[in-house]
């Protein structure tokens, strides 16, 4: 039995990432923070996975999640990072608390449990990790979501050094453009979304599918290490 470790699993782009795993025969291991949506899955007809609630912010919790893993598997085949924390509005002023919860969810967690997890990794036959990062690494970011748009940015570098550090593991980042989800449509109004959909060249909004199909694809073709997607319908072209 395959195994995928999915981090913000129940996030909007998380659970399509598992559900398309899902769909390829993966049992899963599905963290998330807060509220538990088991249902979720289960109402997809998706029968073969774990919950873990762990808070990245937490150096205790970060750990008790690694050794969760342990005790359910023997094997990590693919381990998919995709919880992430966004600063709240708070205008200019630079804040360390705020900051160091931002970096610790958005950066220190993926390194440490990507560490940990390297040996089950590569007792695997195509082991595979992927970041999925921000279009605010290149250039969309400001000093409203600094935090958020460094720690991102951070992942590609740590992506690269664990590609050739740890192989035969292998290492990539998806970067995602503007994604149709009730979030990102959440206080937008028409004509703000028509702005971001003619900004790309495909002018439509990144489907969570385009996304999973990616995840598929980085998985399937085992040529495909050290490297950036993006997954933005060319959008930063």
Same mark, same amino acid.
């Not at 695997?124 to 992927?130: E, F």
């Given at each position: 039995m395959k195994t995928a470790v999915v981090t /913000?699993?129940?996030?909007e782009i998380g659970l399509q990432i598992c559900k398309g795993l899902a769909s390829q025969g993966y049992k899963l291991i599905c963290q998330y923070s807060s509220i538990e949506k088991n249902y979720i899955l289960q109402n997809e /007809?998706?029968?073969?996975?774990?919950?873990?609630?762990?808070?990245?912010?937490?150096?205790k919790s970060v750990k008790q999640f690694i050794d969760f893993i342990y005790k359910k598997t023997d094997t *990590?085949?693919?381990l998919v990072h995709c919880a992430a924390k966004h600063e709240k509005n708070t205008g200019y002023k630079i804040e360390q608390l705020i900051f160091d919860v931002i970096a610790h969810v958005n950066l220190f967690s993926p390194i440490f449990i990507t560490q940990n997890l390297i040996d089950l990794m590569k007792k695997?036959?195509?082991?595979?990790?992927?970041f999925v990062s921000s279009t605010y690494y290149k250039?969309?970011?400001s000093l409203k979501n600094i935090y958020y748009a460094s720690t991102k940015t951070a992942l590609h570098t740590v992506s690269r050094i664990f590609a050739r550090e740890y192989s035969p593991v292998?290492?990539? *980042?998806?970067?995602? /453009?503007?994604?149709?989800?009730?979030?990102y449509n959440l206080g937008r109004n028409t004509s703000q979304i028509d702005l971001d959909k003619k900004a790309s060249l495909n002018k439509i909004l990144v489907s969570p599918q385009a996304i999973v199909e990616t995840v598929l694809f980085i998985i399937k073709n085992k040529s495909i290490n050290g490297t950036t997607i993006d997954v933005d319908g060319g959008l930063l072209i």
């Open positions: /913000g699993a129940y996030s /007809g998706i029968t073969d996975f774990i919950s873990a609630k762990a808070d990245f912010s937490d150096d *990590v085949d693919i695997s036959g195509n082991p595979c990790i992927i250039q969309l970011g292998r290492s990539n *980042v998806i970067v995602p /453009g503007f994604v149709d989800t009730p979030t």
